[in-house]
């Protein structure tokens, strides 16, 4: 057994490192849209409720609870207040990762993964339920699927499940989404792990997460190959997924066009994103989680 | 500009295979990547598939067809017109004359080479159909090769031609040229010639000729006349003249006689003079003179640094006099040097010889004596007598040929003849032309002395008796009988000798109807056969030097023969040739025909292919 194996077997999952987890453990999701379940949670909800959370006074109401009335003001005033509270719901965290052929390449689907996990604890660490979704996995015709669960209990399960993605399908991100949808019942964040690399429509998907009261937060993980190409000689490229192949010639500024279409592509999506009350981030598979979390992710206000 | 072979475009069809090959044979390395999806967007892009992005796309199968494209246009032979000769035919004269062979520098190349040089590349560029003759001159024109269009044909003919040690005769050359224009159409010929011939020339020219003059200024010393003089009765002198042009160095003139150094002398050119060198030489043997001229220095010319010359031994003259021709004998006794047969009874009688250099006789039956010179006196010849009869008046010279070297300074006016002749009815002085009778003293009424030449032979024929005329009384009779001997002796060579040039060699007697092998200075044999009298046909002796004269291998006589032309040796050569009507300078312009350009494209074709090679090296 060398070091490295018994480094890994010290952990709680090689997918995240013990320092890491230790520190994603007091983060938390940071949610815009607050999208909430009626189920309780610990976010506040927009709607008054009976959590410790002041919210606001208004007028009595004939039927309104009486223990709720603010005395000490009706002492003063001689008339009755109702005193609100914040509810606090529960919020449901979906994590979508994108498991089809594309994310193999130079360990997209790996750092996919490792987000996923990230996000996961910061979820049940949060009392969120939270459920993951692998959309385009071989192995599976429909997603495989973390049915949601609340409670860090569950966090020892939804490591092995996240570890045993392997990944290779050939369905796209967007027909992923169709399938998820069909399952997944409640409001929250529907975080996106996905390269976004395919033909169909990206904003129908979004559409759909967004109709479901899911507050978007797409992570784009792209490989370095595809952040930088190089090509040296005359290719013929084959799409891992549908094996389409395709004879590219090097030469002159090919490669400035691809950088002009790939950031052209990039900002398409954020806007999709953006426009949908979500969020959007493109790491690169070289990156590393900690870099991702809290470098990215952190700044930026995904989490807190 | 136009092509040879234009039939050859045709493989421009391989254009068809070589684009199919490339398609087939590109074998793109495969790379499994994510996702087209960016890359189709990219390949989608208008800029990507732009003319010039899809021409550097396959730059490779681009370069291939440009060195298929070449290769075909080289093969098609094409070339450019320019100012070059379109004739279809065009006869090319060369000059092979002495100073053609005139080097540039020490071990440099002839005037020859160098046009050489020039015909082979105006054959090697001429365009499809094109046909040319080649026709050289030095003394006489020599057709090598008829009009054909095979190059190779014609370069064979041109390996033939070879300079000769001869002067130069345009005129011959153009004879033949416009002989050969009446069965072949043609408008221009072409001459290479380093001008080195007369500038007037008598002949009207039927066609353009282009005169490409092969000139180099070089200087050149050479023997340009060479005699010999008897000299008293032991001696001859020899006299050389030399002549140099350009800034020629001091030369050394060495005499060799059998072999063995005479004499020598120093020679210091002055301008372009000619000089006199004389040596003095014994004349008690035959001998073989050789003349070598040394100069200290470049010299253009060889071939005019040698001659030769062969002098025969001196002796007195052996001359038969009928014992009846008392004058003739009396006034023979006092010329020196000959010895007279039957000898006067004074003097000791001695063997008679076999043959004389000299018969005078008033009897025919002495004409079977053996001599090569006869003077017969008082009677008509045989072949005559249906022409010529005797005069039974007194006859008077009216006339007589004073250029003739018998009767050279002799006045014969006021003589009287008792005896002459007068011709046959009907007979006039065109039958006696036609026997080749020359009449040297004119009768009133018919010739009184008949010259007949013919081989090697002389006859003089005194039509009347000597002793019947007032002629021994005159002055003219010892200068008639001095002038006989000295012809004589000329025609025995004991008087002068003139060297032998380059052409043909002198007439030689030997055995009848014998085989003679003939070994020219070029180390090729000849055979030739003697006709009845011995005589040895003709030989031609193009080269300087000596020609031997084997019979079997046993070598029977040699002669050597030398350029001695001042013309040749002094290299000048006419900017312009003036014929009848028309001036041709000599042109500035080379007598290029077509530019023939498949070189350059094969050329091309092979740098595109380094260029291919390169760029494939560089992409892998």
Same mark, same amino acid.
């Given at each position: ?304 | ?89 065009i006869p090319i004269i060369i000059d092979i004359s002495a100073s053609m062979g005139a080097l540039d520098k020490d071990g440099g190349v002839s005037r020859l080479e160098r046009a050489k040089e020039k015909i082979k590349k105006l054959i ?8 040319f003759a080649i026709i050289t001159f030095s003394d006489r024109a020599q057709r090598i090769c ?8 014609l370069n064979q003919a041109l390996d033939k031609v070879k300079q000769k040690d001869l002067p130069a005769n345009i005129e011959d050359a153009l004879r033949m040229v ?11 010929a072409i001459l290479f010639s380093d001008g080195n011939f007369p500038e007037e020339t008598?002949f ?5 000729l282009n005169f490409q003059k092969i000139s180099n200024d070089v200087p050149n010393i050479g023997i340009t006349a ?17 002549t140099s042009s350009g800034k020629t ?23 372009e ?20 001229l040394?100069p200290?220095?470049f010299d253009a010319l060889s071939s005019d640094n040698i001659s ?35 000898? +006067? %009874?004074?003097?000791?009688? /001695?063997?008679?010889?076999? #043959?004389? =250099?000299?018969? *005078?006789? $008033? ?17 008509? +010849? %045989?072949?005559?007598?249906? /022409?010529?009869?005797?005069? #039974?008046? =007194?006859?008077? *010279?009216? $006339? ?30 065109? =039958?006696?032309?036609?026997? $080749? ?64 040039r380059t052409g043909i ?15 020219t200075p070029t180390d090729s ?15 031609s002796a193009p080269m300087t030097g ?15 023969v030398s350029l001695l032309n001042k013309d040749e040796s002094l290299l000048r050569g006419t900017e312009k040739i003036k ?5 041709v300078s000599a042109s500035d312009k080379s007598a290029i ?28």
């Amino acid at each position: 057994m060398n070091s490295n194996e018994t480094k890994i077997k010290a952990q709680l999952t090689p997918l995240l490192p013990n320092n890491v987890l230790s520190r994603i453990e007091r983060m938390r999701i940071n949610s815009i849209c607050r999208f909430t379940n009626r189920q309780r949670g610990e976010h506040l909800s927009g709607r008054g409720g009976t959590s410790m959370e002041f919210s606001d006074y208004r007028d009595y109401s004939p039927g309104d609870d009486l223990r709720f009335i603010d005395w000490n003001i009706y002492a003063r005033l001689n008339r009755p207040y109702l005193k609100l509270f914040k509810v606090e719901e529960e919020m449901h965290l979906v994590i979508i990762i994108d498991a089809s052929n594309s994310m193999i390449f130079e360990k997209k689907l790996d750092l996919a993964k490792q987000i996923a996990a990230a996000y996961g604890v910061m979820g049940l660490y949060g009392n969120e339920r939270v459920s993951v979704y692998v959309v385009g996995d071989k192995n599976s015709a429909v997603p495989l699927h973390f049915p949601a669960s609340a409670g860090r209990g569950n966090m020892r399960k939804l490591f092995r499940f996240l570890e045993k993605i392997k990944g290779g399908g050939i369905s796209s991100i967007d027909q992923g989404v169709d399938e998820v949808m069909k399952y997944h019942r409640g409001k929250g964040v529907a975080v996106i792990l996905s390269d976004f690399l395919t033909f169909g429509s990206i904003k129908r998907a979004m559409n759909a997460l967004f109709s479901a009261s899911l507050e978007i937060c797409a992570i784009q993980v792209m490989s370095q190959s595809e952040l930088d190409p190089e090509l040296n000689d005359d290719s013929r490229f084959i799409d891992s997924e549908t094996d389409l192949k395709l004879d590219v010639t090097s030469g002159g500024n090919l490669l400035s066009i691809y950088h002009e279409h790939k950031d052209n592509f990039i900002n398409k999506l954020a806007e999709t994103t953006r426009q949908r009350s979500g969020r959007f981030m493109t790491v690169s598979s070289a990156d590393t989680l900690s870099n991702v979390i809290f470098e990215n992710l952190l700044r930026q206000g995904w989490v807190k | 500009m136009g092509f040879n072979e234009l039939s050859k475009l045709w493989f421009l069809t391989l254009l068809i295979p070589v684009i199919i090959f490339y398609f087939l044979k590109l074998k793109r390395p495969k790379i499994n990547i994510s996702s087209l999806f960016l890359w189709q967007q990219v390949l989608d892009d208008k800029r990507v598939n732009s003319p010039f992005q899809r021409f550097k796309r396959h730059l490779l199968l681009l370069l291939q067809l440009l060195i298929l494209i070449f290769l075909v246009f080289a093969a098609t032979n094409p070339y450019f017109l320019g100012n070059m000769n379109k004739a279809k035919r065009i006869p090319i004269i060369i000059d092979i004359s002495a100073s053609m062979g005139a080097l540039d520098k020490d071990g440099g190349v002839s005037r020859l080479e160098r046009a050489k040089e020039k015909i082979k590349k105006l054959i090697d560029n001429k365009i499809s159909g094109q046909e040319f003759a080649i026709i050289t001159f030095s003394d006489r024109a020599q057709r090598i090769c008829g009009f054909t269009d095979n190059a190779c044909i014609l370069n064979q003919a041109l390996d033939k031609v070879k300079q000769k040690d001869l002067p130069a005769n345009i005129e011959d050359a153009l004879r033949m040229v416009q002989a050969i224009s009446k069965n072949f159409q043609f408008k221009e010929a072409i001459l290479f010639s380093d001008g080195n011939f007369p500038e007037e020339t008598k002949f009207s020219l039927p066609f353009n000729l282009n005169f490409q003059k092969i000139s180099n200024d070089v200087p050149n010393i050479g023997i340009t006349a060479l005699s010999a003089q008897r000299s008293g009765t032991e001696s001859w002198v020899i006299f050389a003249e030399l002549t140099s042009s350009g800034k020629t160095a001091a030369a050394v003139l060495e005499l060799y006689h059998n072999g063995e150094l005479l004499g020598e002398e120093t020679y210091v050119p002055h301008s372009e003079n000619s000089e006199r060198i004389s040596f003095r030489v014994p004349g008690n043997l035959e001998s073989s003179l050789e003349l070598r001229l040394k100069p200290d220095g470049f010299d253009a010319l060889s071939s005019d640094n040698i001659s030769y010359i062969s002098l025969p031994q001196l002796r007195p003259l052996v001359i038969y006099i009928s014992p009846t021709l008392k004058s003739i004998r009396a006034a023979m006794l006092g010329v020196a040097n000959i010895d007279i047969f039957p000898p +006067p %009874s004074n003097t000791p009688s /001695t063997t008679p010889p076999t #043959t004389y =250099d000299l018969v *005078i006789t $008033d009897t025919p039956s002495h004409l079977d004596v053996e001599t090569n010179f006869l003077f017969t006196v008082g009677f008509i +010849p %045989s072949d005559l007598k249906g /022409t010529l009869k005797r005069e #039974t008046t =007194d006859a008077t *010279i009216i $006339d007589w040929e004073k250029e003739a070297p018998l009767l050279r300074h002799a006045q014969l006016g006021e003589i009287s003849i008792m005896e002459g002749t007068e011709f046959q009815t009907g007979r006039s002085e065109k =039958d006696l032309e036609k026997m $080749d009778y020359q009449t040297i003293i004119f009768g009133a009424k018919g010739p009184l002395l008949l010259k007949k030449e013919w081989a090697d032979q002389t006859t003089y024929n005194l039509l009347f008796y000597v002793s019947k005329s007032t002629l021994p009384f005159r002055i003219a009779f010892p200068i008639m009988i001095k002038n006989l001997v000295e012809e004589v002796r000329k025609k025995a060579g004991l008087s002068d000798r003139i060297a032998s040039r380059t052409g043909i060699l002198p007439s030689l007697i030997l055995m009848s109807e014998t085989e003679y092998t003939i070994n020219t200075p070029t180390d090729s044999t000849l055979t030739e056969k003697t006709t009845q009298n011995g005589r040895l046909p003709a030989i031609s002796a193009p080269m300087t030097g000596i020609y031997t004269i084997l019979e079997g291998a046993k070598k029977i006589t040699e002669t050597g023969v030398s350029l001695l032309n001042k013309d040749e040796s002094l290299l000048r050569g006419t900017e312009k040739i003036k014929f009848n009507e028309l001036s041709v300078s000599a042109s500035d312009k080379s007598a290029i025909t077509p530019q023939s350009l498949w070189k350059y494209l094969a050329i091309l074709a092979l740098i595109i292919l380094c260029l291919e090679w390169w760029f494939f090296n560089k992409r892998n």
